[in-house]
């Protein structure tokens, strides 16, 4: 077995672009390169794959929805607009290909009467979805911790 020591690989018909073969092992872990822009990823027992593309969240962000919403932390999120008591509208930076991605959701009052809260998710858009909040007495309520992410295609 040879080792090759090196810290640059360069490719020889253009310096950023190296072809590997189709599937690869990098260690004990192969990754196979499904199609264009699509790799997959041998799981821990061998016979299972997970498609790295689809895997990924695609955008998240964490905010906190009381009277002056402040974005604690995103990515792939351009601004979030506060549209009343517990009612917002999340904008996207780089949309999803439709309104059919999964967008997974969890938060809570911080103080008050109790700490659920009920998204609604029904009006989602490639680039915006619109949340609004209630608290477990069927409320509209804001919330100190907003956390949502977002799972599908990007466009």
Known sequence: MSTLVTNTIAGLTTATSVTMPTTTKIGATAI??????SATIIAEGGTVVTNIQ??????????NGTSTIAINDSFNMTSITDNGTGDYDITIAN????A???ALY???????????????LSTAAAGTLDVFCMNLENDAADGAVQNIGFFGDLA
């Open 32 to 37: 196979v390169s499904a199609s264009a822009g």
């Open 95 to 98: 949309d999803m290909s439709n």
């Open 100 to 102: 059919n991605y999964s």
């Open 54 to 63: 689809q895997g990924l969240n695609k955008a998240w962000i964490k905010f």
């Open 106 to 120: 969890g938060g809570g009052e911080g103080s008050g009467n109790s700490g659920g809260r009920i998204p609604n």
